[in-house]
Antibody
Framework: QVHLVESGGGEVQPGRSLRLSCAASGFTFSSYGMHWVRQAPGKGLEWVAVISNDGTNKYYADSVKGRFTISRDNSKNTLYLQMNSLRADDTAVYYC???????????????WGQGTTVTVSS | EIVLTQSPATLSLSPGERATLSCRASQSVSSYLAWYQQKPGQAPRLLIYDASNRATGIPARFSGSGSGTDFTLTISSLEPEDFAVYYCQQRTNWPITFGQGTRLEVK
């Protein structure tokens, strides 16, 4: 059974850092691109970042560029999001959906976890 | 960045009725458009990819159409479990963008 489990969320003060993890199971993790998508309370979906299957290609939303870093460890079937210089508007549920292709620019995001909540507040 | 505009913001219909949701892109996305359904407290679910292809396990009452800048998601006969928020998403250019969503509510 294909499964994604996000973790690492919590409450953090503005300016601090947090690292999210996404554990994958039930599919060949190293064959697919992976995304981070977030949803602020009561708002719509916002794409954050993508990484190709082998980690060589990464793209970011302008809102997080230079502050967030996406990475993956295919030996551990785990995706990461390092978030630095956090701001109040980074408060959201963070999801790590799987892409349908290796590059990450495929035919949609076909598997989603339940998300992990990040709250940035003083 | 490509902006996706969904309409209407809210659609009020009854079970059994036909739902038509629209997504318009600020520039052509060819057929690289997907649709997602999200219910309260749940993660989104992929319904349609590449404008008109149903994802695995999606009922036939869901269909997508369009190309270029104008796209439509149609639900032929609404079931009680279809009342949710629907998002379109493009993958033509980075950054990937989502529409703001259409809330489908029970009339």
């Amino acid at each position: 059974q294909v499964h994604l489990v996000e973790s690492g969320g919590g409450e953090v003060q503005p300016g601090r850092s947090l690292r999210l993890s996404c554990a994958a199971s039930g599919f060949t993790f190293s064959s697919y691109g992976m995304h981070w998508v977030r949803q602020a309370p009561g708002k719509g979906l916002e794409w954050v970042a993508v990484i190709s299957n082998d980690g060589t290609n990464k793209y970011y939303a302008d809102s997080v560029k230079g502050r967030f870093t996406i990475s993956r460890d295919n030996s551990k079937n785990t995706l990461y999001l390092q978030m630095n210089s956090l701001r109040a508007d980074d408060t959201a549920v963070y999801y790590c959906p799987k892409d349908t292709t290796a590059s990450g620019g495929g035919h949609g995001m076909d598997v989603w976890g339940q998300g992990t909540t990040v709250t940035v507040s003083s | 960045e490509i902006v996706l505009t969904q309409s209407p913001a809210t659609l009020s219909l009854s079970p059994g009725e036909r739902a038509t949701l629209s997504c318009r892109a600020s520039q052509s996305v060819s057929s690289y458009l997907a649709w997602y359904q999200q219910k309260p407290g749940q993660a989104p679910r992929l319904l349609i990819y590449d404008a008109s292809n149903r994802a695995t396990g999606i009922p036939a009452r869901f269909s997508g159409s369009g190309s270029g800048t104008d796209f439509t998601l149609t639900i032929s006969s609404l079931e009680p479990e279809d009342f949710a928020v629907y998002y379109c998403q493009q993958r033509t250019n980075w950054p990937i963008t989502f529409g703001q969503g259409t809330r489908l509510e029970v009339k």
